[in-house]
Every structure is written in structure tokens, then in C-alpha cells.
């Protein structure tokens, strides 16, 4: 071989060598992305949120912190109540710790898909529509909703006398939904005012801002109390709710993991003690 034809032999392999090399960095295929920039849920990145929980050593736990006596903040500031004390045992049980995220309902499935929180427990009821975009744990409460008035209110009875009226209710709950899809249609125009927390919506009641809300009686109890509020509940409860811990979709570990942990505590009696602390009575599920 001519010491040209070496020179342009050499030249072609070390190109060949480069093209290689270049392919090689660039050859992992990129985990895929929604329109937010985050990693989709259920990606090779992100499958397993169990292994992450376990290696950062905690649980992040998104919640409102204003619904008492389900979650809120004490006098210390810290984050109390019924949600706050499972979330703390299953965190527990799952050898981590529970770091609790507060925010608005309406903004807390938003940040589950985002990846904010790795579960909320924060009284989010059991839908059909939510289990398309979330998975649940088994229930672990059962929830009566009961119309509220004003303690002299003696016209509304039940939802049928919401037509012409002012009904305040939770924004992006459930309820808000039910009064929307399922109350509206039955009984004819009336107004929805929508809260973001539940005191708001009990002072205007009070005071005769809105005619009536909707809620179940564990929750206002405390608030009731507390501020003397003159309402009432009136007739019988409108429907029944379950509420589970909600977690991404695809990630059986983590669901697993939380459900064997509300069993467990259910049968060595940790979730009796709980419940009882916060409402005086019996589990109801």
C-alpha cells in the first residue's frame, strides 16, 4: 500500500471511529415528557415510586390543612388531624416518613400528576372519573353528606328547595360535581358559589351570604363548635362518599405497599384508635 493510500485508509477509520462514538452518546432514547416537562407517569424513570419513597425517606403527602377535623393545622402550626395521623402510621408501616404538603383541593390532583406529592390523603373521594386519571387505595372512611342551613332557615327541607337559592359548596370536590351534574338537572336553576376551604363557606352561611351548603357532619362539627355558628343540618344524607389514599396510576408497588399497610392496621387495631380520637366513634368501614 502507497503511503497516500495509508494517509487516506488511516483517515477513513478514525471518521468511522468518531460516527461511532457520536452514535453511541446519542442513542439512548429520551424518556418521554407531557406538556409540562415532566417525566409521564409509568416511564422506566418513574414506574417504581415505592423504591424512590423508600431511598429519599419520605412520603410526600399533598392535602388541604384547613378540614378539620380531617387535616389542618394546630396551634403549633403543625399539620394534625384524622388524614394527617393515617398518613403518618402508613408512611410509618412503609419505613419512611410523611412530609405533608398543604394547598388548596381544587390545585391537589394537578400537583399529584406533576409530581408534588407522591399520595394525596386528604379526604379525596372515590370517583370513576378520578380512577381514569389516578389509582386508589381500599377505602378507609365513609362519609355522609347532609344539606346545611341557617339554624331559623325553615323553607329548604332537602335539595329539592334549592331552585332560586344560593348553595355554596367546596370548589373541585365532589360535591361541587354532584350539585352540578346530578342536583341542577333535577331541580332547576339555582346559583353555585364555589369555596376553597370550608369556614369560608359556614361564615357566609351564617350570615346569610348563600342560602344553604352541603358537607358531611364530621367535617363541620369542629368549625361549628369553635365559632358558635347558628346552622343546622336538615333532613336525610343526599348521598354517601368513600375517600381512599390517591396515588399516579402505574405504580402497583406503591398501591400494594399502602394497602397492605391500611389492612394491617385495621386488624391489629391502630386505625380504631385513630378514628375513635377523632370522632368518638367506631370505624364505619
Known amino acids: 500500500m502507497s503511503t497516500k493510500s495509508k494517509k487516506l485508509f488511516t483517515t477513513v477509520t478514525l471518521l468511522s ?3 461511532i462514538a457520536l452514535a453511541g452518546c446519542g442513542g439512548k432514547t429520551a424518556q418521554p415528557s407531557d406538556t409540562t416537562g415532566n417525566k409521564t407517569p409509568g416511564t422506566a424513570a418513574s414506574a417504581n415510586s415505592l423504591e ?6 419520605k412520603l410526600k403527602v399533598g392535602l388541604m390543612g384547613t378540614y378539620a377535623p380531617y387535616n389542618f ?8 388531624g384524622f388524614d394527617a395521623d393515617v398518613a403518618k402510621e402508613v408512611a410509618k408501616r412503609l419505613g419512611v416518613q410523611a412530609e405533608f404538603i398543604t394547598g388548596e383541593f381544587s390545585g391537589l390532583i394537578e400537583g399529584l400528576q406533576k409530581e408534588k406529592y407522591d399520595a394525596l390523603v386528604s379526604q379525596v373521594t372515590i370517583t370513576d372519573d378520578r380512577k381514569k386519571t389516578m ?10 353528606v347532609n344539606v346545611i342551613v341557617k339554624a331559623d332557615n325553615t323553607t329548604i327541607k332537602s335539595i329539592d328547595d334549592f331552585k332560586g337559592k344560593k348553595v355554596g359548596v367546596g ?4 360535591d361541587e360535581k354532584y350539585l352540578r351534574e346530578t342536583v341542577l338537572p333535577k331541580v332547576g336553576n339555582f346559583e353555585i358559589a364555589t369555596y376553597n376551604d370550608v369556614i369560608t363557606s359556614l361564615t357566609d352561611l351564617n350570615v346569610g351570604r348563600i342560602d344553604a351548603t352541603i358537607n358531611n357532619v364530621f367535617a363541620i362539627k369542629p368549625l361549628v363548635e369553635k365559632n358558635n355558628f347558628k346552622i343546622k ?3 336525610q344524607p343526599i348521598k354517601e362518599d368513600s375517600a381512599g389514599i390517591a396515588i399516579r396510576k402505574n405504580n402497583p408497588e406503591l398501591l400494594d405497599a399502602i394497602n397492605k399497610a391500611l389492612a394491617d392496621m385495621k ?3 391502630t386505625f380504631k384508635t385513630i378514628f375513635q380520637k377523632w370522632f368518638g366513634v367506631d370505624p364505619n368501614i
Not at 393545622?73 to 394534625?80: R, S
Open 52 to 57: 424512590q419513597i423508600k431511598k429519599s425517606g
Open 17 to 19: 471511529a468518531i460516527v
Open 233 to 235: 343540618t336538615v333532613g
Open 267 to 269: 386488624s391489629d387495631g
Open 171 to 174: 370548589l373541585g370536590t365532589n
Open 135 to 144: 389509582d386508589f387505595s381500599t377505602p378507609y372512611i365513609k362519609n355522609a
Open 73 to 80: 393545622l394546630n396551634d403549633k402550626h403543625e399539620v394534625d
